[in-house]
């Protein structure tokens, strides 16, 4: 039988690990209950990191049958053309509004307080030395109401926050051209990808979404594979862009290799590296 101190360091070992992994928490997104639909406060399993696996394995988080649970009926993430949305990027269900009325929240994302310049915090939590250095997160938007149909060629990034994740609120700007989608809504996507502090893993959820407020009708343009162009801008891919897919056996849209211009190994992200502008992204449309 485990000793109770070995059994102690397992549960201690497994903690610190959840903590470095991270997701967007809105009632509108597929997975909030866990993977089998049953109501868990303290779900986590869409936190999982996505590495190395077949493209029917990590879309929309297949690997844990994530996007076989949508949110309930009539929920969305509302994104008012032009305005913004907030959502909460936690380590576990639990750290949010979602469960237990907030009360294990705290501006952080495992619901823990600390200084600005924990270390422990910084690298193994958010996968970064500072805020500053934080690689970017961001929202994309496929005007398909079912997830099935959803692919990385109708799927664009219309949103990016520079410098997350960080703290737990996070909030991203919609461009004000956004058309309206389909009666029965649209799907959204959220990804981050770390830079280094780490296995070099990605992150993609799914999400109900309706534009609210629409006035454009200008479809959005297909969506081209972003490349890397921290050293040429102007190799950087203009107009709409798919999010960035790395490190996985099937479905990559991007290779790096080397090092970055500050000297550490390349790591693509949802900043200028990639030709990502930080908020509202209003050049997408055809």
């Not at 398909?144 to 060629?153: A, H």
């Not at 461009?175 to 981050?192: F, L």
Request: aromatic share 12%.
């Amino acid at each position: 039988m485990r000793s109770l101190s070995a059994h102690i360091g397992v549960l201690f070992a497994a903690a610190s690990v959840a903590h470095g992994h991270l997701a967007a928490w809105h009632p509108s997104m597929y997975c909030a209950y866990g993977p089998t639909g049953q109501q868990d406060l303290n779900a986590q399993s869409i936190v999982n990191p996505l590495y190395q696996l077949n493209f029917d394995q990590w879309w929309f988080h297949h690997v844990d049958n994530c996007d076989q649970f949508p949110p309930p009926d009539g929920t969305f993430l509302e994104l008012p053309a032009g305005g913004s949305f907030t959502v909460e990027i936690a380590s576990n269900r639990a750290k949010t509004s979602l469960s237990y009325n907030g009360s294990d929240t705290s501006e952080w994302p495992d619901g823990n307080n600390y200084p600005e310049d924990y270390v422990h915090l910084r690298i193994n939590q958010v996968h970064t030395q500072n805020q500053s250095q934080a690689a970017g997160t961001a929202f994309a938007i496929s005007y398909q109401s079912d997830i099935t149909k959803v692919t990385p060629d109708n799927l664009a990034v219309f949103s990016v926050r520079y410098h997350t994740p960080w703290k737990r609120l996070t909030t991203y700007d919609i461009p004000a051209a956004m058309p309206a989608c389909p009666p029965d809504g649209c799907i959204c996507a959220w990804g981050w990808i770390p830079n280094g502090c780490g296995q070099p893993n990605m992150y993609h959820q799914g999400f109900k979404c309706n534009v609210t407020g629409a006035t454009s009708t200008t479809p959005i343009a297909p969506p081209q594979p972003p490349v890397w162009c921290e050293d040429d801008p102007s190799k950087c891919v203009q107009g709409s862009k798919q999010m960035l897919y790395w490190n996985q056996a099937q479905g990559d849209n991007i290779e790096v290799s080397g090092s970055d211009l500050s000297g550490e190994p390349k790591s693509p992200a949802y900043n200028a590296k990639c030709g990502f502008s930080d908020g509202a992204f209003e050049g997408f449309s055809s």
